[in-house]
């Protein structure tokens, strides 16, 4: 029987070989939903990863028999060690073929890198912050994957448990279909609620116009999030990066922005059309044709993503979120979509669940990160 090696990254090429993996790995999967390459390859590079700055990494590819099986990524985020007093490796972009020797060989990595730098316990999957993508699918494998989620075959969490790994977080993800007709009542309480608090929705003519707005949102999602035990404050250099990656792929129309009498934004939410077939016909790259198919989600597409909710805690229960989604149902309603995807939500986080009970969701996907504390 052959054995499984594995090694560390180190060339260009073998980060393009560790980049690429998935893309073999998932070739035939009508789910799976490729990532932007040229992103994956900034990821491992410090001058376009802040997060670099504060956490230290390696990669590593797995190989049985000259061919590459499997894949693996750990880090430590330093900042959330000195902030939150939480000592952990990290590990992410765990792919593998179906054999258990490939997956054990990657969580031995993992175990014997967290051993090296005196750490007891690793997690995972996730990235190196709170915005990254983190979670493995536990349920919803026959499911569309969006660009904010990790796809991963079903057998991955069978896997992770047959090495003793626990569940540590678990996020819900939800679809809701959005109603033809608005019920009267809605329309009545959004009245009532922007007249007793004195609220507005801003209205933008062009990108440009969101700009001033895009510091206060990442304020409003500190403070919206601040509460929760795993959260870590988005640094100066994360805002900038985030503006760069993803200002470009926002549309204007799918930002709602809801400020207070003296113009301070109190909530905000930003949806996206569905980009994961475009990214799917793409491969992952935007140049040369790729960009024609993004395009075309953009201007016909009957499904939308949520991405990101802030919501200022004065305001979390006055009714706000009403006035959000009746400008995404206008909205909708405009651009023909009918469906709406929400970005994983931390199970305990029930408020934000809140927010979808009048829409019939269902919990079509689920997602966990699994942890192993080293003796």
Not at 207 to 217: G, L, R, S
Request: glycine letters at 4%.
């Amino acid at each position: 029987m052959s054995k499984v090696s594995v090694i560390e990254v180190k060339t260009t090429e073998e980060l393009k070989l560790f980049v690429r993996f998935p893309m073999d790995l998932y070739k035939d999967n009508p789910y799976y939903v490729p990532s932007f390459i040229n992103d994956e390859f900034n990821i491992w590079n410090p001058k376009e990863n802040p997060a670099l700055q504060y956490s230290e990494a390696k990669q590593f590819l797995a190989y049985k028999d000259h061919k590459i099986v499997g894949r693996i990524a750990v880090m430590i985020n330093h900042k959330e060690e000195r902030e939150l007093g939480i000592k952990k490796v990290r590990f992410g972009w765990i792919d593998f073929i179906d054999d258990h020797e490939v997956s054990k060989a990657l969580i031995d990595t993992a175990v014997a890198y967290a051993k090296e730098k005196h750490i007891d316990k690793i997690e995972g999957p996730m990235g190196f912050t709170n915005l990254d993508k983190a979670g493995m699918l536990t349920l919803g494998f026959d499911k569309l994957a969006t660009m904010i989620g990790i796809y991963n075959h079903e057998y991955y969490p069978k896997h992770l448990e047959n090495l003793g790994l626990t569940k540590e977080k678990e996020w819900v993800e939800f679809e809701l279909q959005f109603p033809e007709i608005l019920p009267d009542k809605i329309h009545k309480f959004n009245e009532l609620i922007s007249q007793k608090y004195k609220l507005k929705v801003l209205k933008f003519k062009s990108k440009e116009e969101i700009i001033e707005y895009v510091d206060p949102m990442f304020d409003l999602l500190d403070e919206t999030y601040k509460h929760l035990s795993t959260y870590t404050p988005i640094s100066d250099e994360q805002r900038k990066t985030y503006k760069e990656k993803y200002f470009k792929l926002i549309d204007k129309d799918y930002i709602v922005c809801v400020a207070d009498d003296a113009d301070q934004l109190v909530a905000f939410a930003i949806t996206m059309p569905s980009y994961s077939i475009a990214l799917q016909k793409s491969g992952g790259k935007l140049l040369p044709f790729g960009w024609w198919h993004f395009l075309k989600a953009g201007k016909k597409n009957d499904r939308a993503n949520f991405y990101l909710i802030g919501i200022h805690p004065d305001y979390q229960r006055r009714g706000v979120t009403s006035i959000i989604f009746k400008e995404i149902w206008k909205l909708f309603r405009k651009k023909g979509v009918k469906y709406l995807e929400t970005n994983p939500e931390l199970e305990e986080n029930k408020s934000v669940q809140l927010l979808w009970q009048d829409y019939n969701p269902v919990n079509h996907k689920r997602r966990r990160t699994y942890s192993l504390n080293i003796k």
